[in-house]
């Protein structure tokens, strides 16, 4: 059964810090996307790739978070510098999005903390 | 932009009553798709509706997507336990591959 990954599971950093979060999508998929899940705002869009090549990352504050895509089986989301407002779940979901179809397979999430 | 809004917020049910959670949007949707979270998961994807009108049915689960496309619902029959869990509506906005999602209804089931 063909799962997305994301590590760490859980991540506790300090205000200030660099985090980095890693996704291993379903092999084959073409599109990887990155959400961020809090009580306040819900399931929110960051960012997202199709083909490894960065479509739409207009729901990202720019000054702290990156997202790359190295190669077709891993993408990464970076803060830096880590603020307490960013501590969230961060998902990573992929999907073969075609004219079609659009299902999105979400991974388990990490949850961030920045103390 | 472009949002929806998800109600009701909470819904406490016995076990074995019915549950509808409606999805409404003030603009026309291309598509609406619903997601299922169980408390500590993540987003299962549950099914896609496209069509003006459109009913899909997965065993006790009946999805419709209203005729002017701008609100859908999810009814679930004789709930169980292991219905638990929140429960989202989401769409893609014209020529975008994200996902916007609604804030969710979360089912509460007592036994």
């Known amino acids: 059964d063909a799962r997305v990954t994301q590590t760490p599971r859980d991540k506790v950093t300090e205000m200030g810090q660099e985090v980095t979060m890693r996704c291993q999508p379903i092999l084959g998929h073409n599109t990887v996307f990155w959400y961020r899940q809090t009580m306040m705002q819900g399931l929110e869009l960051l960012a997202y790739?199709?083909?490894?090549?960065?479509?739409?990352d207009s729901g990202m504050p720019k000054d702290r978070f990156s997202a790359e895509m190295p190669d077709a089986t891993l993408a990464t989301l970076k803060i830096q510098p880590s603020e307490p407002r960013d501590s969230a779940v961060y998902f990573c979901?992929?999907?073969?999005?075609?004219?079609?179809?659009?299902?999105?397979?979400f991974g388990p999430g990490t949850r961030l903390t920045v103390l | 932009g472009q949002q929806v809004m998800q109600i009701p917020q909470y819904q406490h049910v016995q076990e074995g009553e019915d549950f509808t959670t409606y999805c409404n949007s003030s603009?026309?949707?291309?598509?609406i798709q619903w997601y299922k979270q169980r408390p500590g998961g993540h987003p299962v994807f549950l099914i896609q509706l496209v069509k003006s009108g459109e009913v899909k049915k997965q065993k006790r689960l009946t999805f419709q997507f209203g005729e002017a496309k701008k609100n859908s619902s999810l009814h679930i029959t004789a709930t169980q336990t292991t219905d638990v869990g929140t429960y989202f509506c989401?769409?893609?906005?014209?020529?975008?591959?994200?996902?916007?999602f609604g804030k969710g209804t979360h089912l509460i089931i007592q036994p």
């Open positions: 603009t026309t949707l291309s598509n």
């Open positions: 979901a992929s999907g073969l999005v075609t004219g079609s179809t659009d299902t999105q397979y």
């Open positions: 989401a769409f893609r906005r014209g020529g975008a591959d994200g996902l916007t």
């Open positions: 790739f199709r083909n490894r090549a960065p479509l739409d």
